[in-house]
């Protein structure tokens, strides 16, 4: 791999390797991080968590607390009546009132000159709980009596103001355990049933991993004394959250200020309001001064959000020649206590299911059901690891059982560029089958499937696998808001610098060095010439927020269509300057030049500076909002969501100790359809990390969670991959030139993290005939599995 | 509360005493007391090398290194790996190799891999995946960071030779 290269100036900036804008101060220690900003005059502030799995709180004493030197609040549910429910299914109050439904649940708050007095303080606070039986699985949850994890609170009829219809679930409680449920049906699964040659059924068991951001989760919150908030947070959707934050204070958004400080980690887990931040804007109100509130790595594991695990029911068909006939799933989510984001992950899942391959027929049915257990959210890849584990070991079976090869039987009902399927997604471009071609051939899958097959009966016990898997993701937004789109404000001043302000935030992924990228492609600048501005709501234009893989897509799109306004402007300005149409002059090298020949009519920075100066003095600074074409999905959850969709094809290598069930995974080739490659070192980054993080979840990430309890809150015991054990990587990219994307691009972001895990499952089959269907593929669930110690999942009755 | 310590280190080649709390760690040290927030807490326990330092030459996790220990030793942190020549060179092998994403574990990182270089002139592929195994990482899947030290280990074994001709 080579290193960053320094573009020649009029050479294109694009499919370069260009270095990251923030790198250098990063690999300095200069970066300031949330953890590392001082805000003078602030307090920090700890949270008590509950020590009960299910309990009704009895009775909470703080006075000891609050009479410790050094404390200057400390508060209770009590002390903020006026609190409202947060998160996706607005179903919990920050700090619990009457009762807790998991171990991470927020029962108070302390605000003190340091975080050893709060700590101090937290040991002086006595609860007094009533313990309530443990709902410690959907089954049990969804069991005849099971207990209700959010029954009608005590005393929730006796305020009129609890008396309107559509309240929140915190405040009306949930009568029975399902917080969602999605169906979504296309054809007639029983016709296509019927019609088949081939009919299979497994159950797959999906368990719990978490983000584990290197930088733990906090927030900074300060009230000016107008009652304006202004808050530090990490949050990848600001604008949202703006408004989300001013509901929960019952102020006006406009009086909201979100600073965003560069960020450790992201990865889809700070999508969602969770309460530490909600309880860090209560004591600054309270105590009249900034509020610094930062986790230990211990309450991350515990209370920030987990991927969702899954319990999946997929019935299959397919005709003798490999046609595939239909598809029935049905699944049940482990919702966890209160609902995040990790109950809407179907809407990914079903896409995978219905439009990955060619299925005529199609039925889906979820239930999301709490539990005492953590709650999940939005992890890179949203439900897809999981429903494409499920559809890639189905398509290996079926090839089997049908006496093809997979990857014929694969390329047989791959979807083609064009294709509208019965979801309504219209795959305007679509690399799938150079994907599927491109990974096998790079990788002699056939020849080493083959190979390894005919060892099965070798003596050793090392055996040799490979396995192969894809994988459909949104790459062009994803319109689950009104609007999908981002603004950008430009400014080119008078030296040819120009600033970005975009609505776009940086969360470590690139988006800044590769808006700028595009930017000074349209106004043939040099990389050095722009600044980013991306973290101030005060500041920077609207914009959903940093998810499905949509920023270098959609904020890539605004910052073009804000740089060709700007060049717009110069050109018509430039031809009035000389006489000479605009149309026949172009922005290369920082200068304006005739586009035939390249003739060199006027340095960019002194000619704008003429602009300022001239007495018809004018600015170069333009705005864009982009709106991607993309559609809602109706009721039944139809409809083109994106403007662009993203395929990818991984082939994993592995070896299998089948004496010790350990699985090392030694290569991985990967052909990813991106559109078209930006920042060729950005993109690489991007699709390297998501292996390594797809190897984990496959193979040694395991959140170990036993009737509520996470038993594994350390790096010591929650296996993250290290350096030693990354697999030899062999990324290629197939550029379809989407015809939307800046520049012919599509996102990337969640992509090479989705099919790792069911690679790796039919790398296992191939080395050993044993198709395991329960993840994480640890050395002890190994070796259970292939010698007969493991119950393979079962659909449970009560689901 | 507990007591306190006078101590006496040279910190990035720089005298300085202090006082401080028994119980506190050289990394709260670092960043509470002295300002110095290039050294990262990423888990407090030793599990993932955010917070590594040099002490007297050798790599350390500083959360569990209580600030009184740091008496009469050199420490050298991610700010004074920086500033020196091999620094410049390996935070040049890092931008440009692309190592740096979120870069919450570049600092310790940096100092792990001058360490390497410097103390074991580590340039082979394996010698470098072991010796950041101390180091997690989420977002980069490792492999630029490998190339990163490979680089900057190449090239400080390069100026090494021109020195000497």
Known sequence: MGAAEKPVPGDTLIGKRIAKLDAPDKASGKTRYLHDLEVSGALHAKILRSTQVHARIVSIDTRAARALPGVHAVITAADVPWQRPIGVGKDHLPLKTDRVRSLRDEIAAVAADSEQIAEAALKLIRVQYEPLPVVATPEEALAPGAPLIHPEPRGAGEGPQLKTAGLPVAFAGKPDNIAM???????????????????????????????????????????????????????QVPFLHKREFAELLGIDPARIRIIQPPIGGGFGSKLDIYPFEPIAIFLAKITRRPVKLVFTREEEFLASPTRQPVLLKLRSGCRKDGTLTFRGVETVHDNGAYTSWGATTPFVMMQTISSLYRVPHCKYFTKAVYTNNPYAGSFRGYGNLQATFAVEAHMDKLAEAVGMDGLAFRLKNAQDPGEVTPQGMHFKTCGFKQCLSTAAARSDFLRKQAENRARWSDPGPVKRGIGIASMLHVGGGAKIYPSDGCGTILKVDDFAHVTLITGASEIGQGSETVLSQLVCEELGLPMSAATVVNNDTDITPWDVG???????????????????????????AAASKSGIPEDQLELRGGCIVRKDGGERLFELGKFLRGLHFSDRAELVMTTFYYEPPSKHQDKQFKGDVSAAYAWATQVCEVEVDTQTGIVRLLKVTGAHDVGRVLNRLGIEGQIEGGIVMGQGYALTENLMVEAGVVRNPSFRDYKLVTAPEIPEMDVNFVETMDGEG???????????????????????????????????????????????AAEPPRWSAAA | ??????????????????????????????????????????????????????????????CLMFAADCDGRELVTVEGVAASEPGERLRSAFVASGAVQCGFCTPGLMVQAAHLIERHHATDEAAIRRGIEGNLCRCTGYRKIIDAIAAAAVAAKEGADHGRR
Do not use: W
């Not at chain 1, 499952?761 to 007969?788: M, Q, S, W």
């Open chain 1, 181 to 235: 449920t999605f169906a979504y049906e296309q054809g007639d699964v029983a016709k296509g049933e019927a019609e088949s040659d081939v009919v299979i059924e497994d159950v797959f068991r999906l368990h719990y991993v978490t983000h584990c951001c290197m930088g733990v989760s906090g927030v900074i919150a300060e009230f000016d004394p107008g009652g304006n908030l202004l808050l530090y947070s990490n949050t």
């Open chain 1, 546 to 572: 940093v998810h499905a893989s949509r920023t270098t897509f959609i904020a890539g799109n605004s910052a073009i269509g804000a740089a060709r306004k700007a060049k717009a402007k110069i050109l018509a």
């Open chain 1, 742 to 788: 800046p520049q012919g691009a599509k996102g990337v972001g969640e992509a090479p993290a989705i099919c790792i895990a069911a690679a790796v499952a039919n790398a296992i089959h191939n080395a050993t005939g044993k198709r395991i269907t329960a993840l994480p593929f640890t050395p002890e669930n190994v070796y259970r599995a292939l010698h007969g």
């Open chain 2, 1 to 62: 509360m507990s007591a306190n310590c006078d101590i006496a280190f040279t910190l990035n080649g720089v005298k300085r005493e202090l006082t401080v709390p028994a119980g506190m760690s050289a990394l709260e040290m670092l960043r509470e007391r002295l300002g110095l927030t290039g050294t990262k807490y990423g888990c407090g326990e030793g599990e993932c090398g955010a917070c590594t330092i040099l002490v007297d030459g050798a790599t350390l996790n500083s």
